[in-house]
């Protein structure tokens, strides 16, 4: 057997994911933690990151980088009240860059804290009554609900299983308590366990979704655990499973790659958590604990056979899956604008561009949003998309609630272009530690250049799903975008083309290592290809399949007998 990866032995001696994070914090001499501590702040919820615009100028002046520390919140379905909102904002401002940043799995994260800082941050976010326990890590993350929960009774059901099963799946440790929020420690640690994780925890990140059809608004299939509701006259009947979804990947090494999951039977949701732990411990046990790049399920379950997997997790769960059951998605990204719910309350949708939610550019962005919090009735949702939904408005509040969003200019939604409201972008440069490319920084301006050159070809108005990412890791889900660029070197993208709209078709490469004009001549006859050519309503990435402009070797569709 392989060695195992270093990061295994970190976990192994912290008596659970302490270390030494104690004298780390209290170490005046340096911004930084110790290595070790790096990988077991992770799950607390934070990342240490340095400022990478400064770090060659640093450097040279021989002085340490400009160490910082990223917090992520844990907020299943991305849900916060009003007053919840104003004190992150108020954490953010005080603490952070001055952002709020609303990722692609419906949580918030505070960029910038110093770190004689981070544990007054922390404790300020719980005293919101949110915590960042397991927002990253080697254990369950965030778990995704498909927005707009409260749209039906289905949504509500739906939101309340996903509540309870990332409690569920939540460390034991106290470490959190004791380090953050000065708990007393209980027997020094020692006697603790982790009934469910075991001393080592996963072998890697753990993800899991749950999406509400026809919406795939989450991407469902990029999650280790997918959970996809079955209704049955709007009422929740249970989930058809998916398994081993996963985007991560290294450029040149083939042995990692983004993987959709497959879809593997029906369970009641009397049956949720007892499925989600039986494929978790699966994982748990069987995972690669020796190379951390082939780590996740998807591996797993290639390197040993879905068939197996499913045995596995039939076995534990001590019987079998029922078959899955037909269901249909026709979308993955938000629906802007106001929805009436069933319950007639309103909900409305808001585009924030890559999710940063700042004062930039002449955009009171983060302004508007605390005047609206203070008006607000309702809640607020956090899409997988990075955008936010003003939700559970009374009619007779929606006038107020318009005028603010005029008024904050945060009504852009309104007249963007599709491949604007549609586009993701990941953080990448310059906190992000792994980016080999701009990506949130860069989406304006590259919106713009792709708007013109759809202008030229009358496609202004063609739904076109657009993501950037600044490396192969995935993090703005770049795989499933019809057009992704995924960062190779600064100015430098991978251009991949032709995944569907729904969330069910993995892109192909299409040009390597390409810089902006590159990436506009190779789209140019792609578009007027498109343009003169095109199905009624047909979707773009779908033309470039049909008309073999992209091959569909190796893009892997769902089961069509799964699909009504
Ligand atoms: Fe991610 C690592 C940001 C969603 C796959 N991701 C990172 C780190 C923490 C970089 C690092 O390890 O040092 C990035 C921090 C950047 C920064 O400065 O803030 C980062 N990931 C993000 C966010 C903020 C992107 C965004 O713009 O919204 C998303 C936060 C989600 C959350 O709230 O929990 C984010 N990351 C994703 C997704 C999308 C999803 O889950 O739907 C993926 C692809 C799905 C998957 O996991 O396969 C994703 N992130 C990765 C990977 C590759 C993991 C793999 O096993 O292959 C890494 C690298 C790693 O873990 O070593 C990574
Ligand atoms: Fe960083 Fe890469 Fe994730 Fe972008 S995709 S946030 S560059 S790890």
Sequence with gaps: MNALSPVEKIKAESRYLRGTIVASMTDVVTGAIAEADTQLIKFHGSYQQDDRDLR????????????????????????????????????????????????????????????????????????????????????????????????????????????RLSEHLKPRSRAYYELWLDEQQIGGGEEESEPLYGATYLPRKFKIGFAVPPLNDIDVFANDLGLIAILEEDELVGFNVSVGGGLGATHGDAATYPRLGDVIGFITPEQLLATAKAALT?????????????????????????????????????????????????????????????????????????????????KPCLSGLREIATVHRGDFRLTANQNLIIANVAAADRAEI?????????????????????????????TCALAMAEAERYLP??????????????????????????????????????????????????????????????????????????????????????????????????????????ADKTARQIPAQVLT
């Design 402 to 430: 318009d005028a603010l969003v005029s008024r904050y200019a945060l009504d852009g939604f309104r007249r963007a272009s599709p491949l604007r409201l549609y586009a993701l972008a990941c953080v990448a440069l310059p």
């Design 56 to 163: 060659e100028e640093r450097r040279q002046q021989k002085l340490e980088a400009a160490y910082s520390f990223m917090i992520r919140t844990r907020l299943p379905g991305g849900v916060v009240t009003p007053q919840q909102w104003l004190q992150l904002d108020a954490i953010a401002t005080h603490y952070g860059n001055g952002t709020l940043r609303l990722t692609t799995r419906q949580a918030f994260q505070f960029h910038g804290v110093i770190k004689r800082e981070l544990k007054p941050t922390l404790q300020a976010i719980n005293t919101a009554l949110i915590d960042t326990i397991a927002a990253c890590g080697d254990v369950n993350r965030n778990v995704l609900v498909s927005a707009n929960p409260v749209q039906s009774r289905a949504h509500a059901a739906v939101y309340a299983c996903a509540v």
């Design 445 to 550: 301006e590259l919106l713009l250049q792709l708007e013109a050159l759809l202008d030229r070809h009358g496609l202004r108005d063609a739904p076109i799903l657009l993501r950037i990412s600044g490396c192969p890791n995935g993090c703005s889900r770049p795989y499933l975008g019809e057009i992704a660029l995924v960062g190779k070197a600064p100015g430098r993208y991978n251009l991949m083309l032709g995944a569907d709209f729904r969330g069910q078709r993995l892109n192909r490469l299409y040009q390597e290592n390409i810089t902006e004009p590159e990436i506009l001549a190779a789209l140019d006859p792609v578009f007027a290809c498109y343009a003169g050519e095109r199905g009624e309503g047909e979707g773009f990435g779908d033309f470039l399949i049909r008309a073999g402009v992209i």
């Design 282 to 362: 699966t994982q748990r046990d069987f995972g690669n604990r020796a190379e951390r790049k082939r780590a996740r399920l998807k591996y797993t379950i290639d390197d040993r056979g879905l068939a197996w997997f499913v045995a596995e997790i039939e076995r534990r769960l001590g019987h079998v899956l029922q078959p899955a059951r037909p269901y249909t998605f026709t979308h993955n990204g938000d629906r802007f604008g106001w929805i009436q719910g069933y319950d007639g309350r309103w909900h409305l949708t808001l585009r924030i561009e890559s999710g940063r939610v700042a004062d930039r550019d002449g």
